[in-house]
């Protein structure tokens, strides 16, 4: 059974970065897309950055200080965040999909205060 593992969230200072990594367990063959969403407390799941046939697109509060890698030979999926904000506090969940199955992780915690 096929299973992301994130790692990389933890407590920084606003102004701070950090990088996020999700790694999938098994082999999966045909991934399409990759992505990074969020979810604070009381709010909906919320896309953060995405990667579709090797073109990236942002959610218009991260544009330009975070950045969304992805190493097809690893199956991993890299999320660089820089200039960090306490409303980038959220769980930070990776995707990874296929034509056939969605593939999420467990979400690990970003948490930006000082």
């Known amino acids: 059974q096929v299973q992301l593992v994130e790692s990389g969230g933890g407590l920084v200072q606003p102004g701070g970065s950090l990088r996020l990594s999700c790694a999938a367990s098994?082999?999966?063959?045909?991934?399409?897309?990759v992505g990074w969403y969020r979810q604070a407390p009381g709010e909906q799941r919320e896309l953060v950055a995405r990667m579709r046939y090797g073109v990236a697109d942002y959610a218009d509060s991260v544009k330009g200080r975070f950045t969304i890698s992805r190493d097809n030979a690893k199956n991993m999926v890299n999320l660089q965040m820089n200039n960090l904000k306490p409303e980038d506090t959220a769980v930070y969940f990776c995707?990874?999909?296929?034509?056939?199955?969605?593939?999420w992780g467990q979400g690990t915690q970003v948490t930006v205060s000082s």
């Open positions: 098994g082999g999966i063959g045909g991934i399409n897309i």
């Open positions: 995707l990874m999909r296929t034509i056939e199955h969605d593939y």
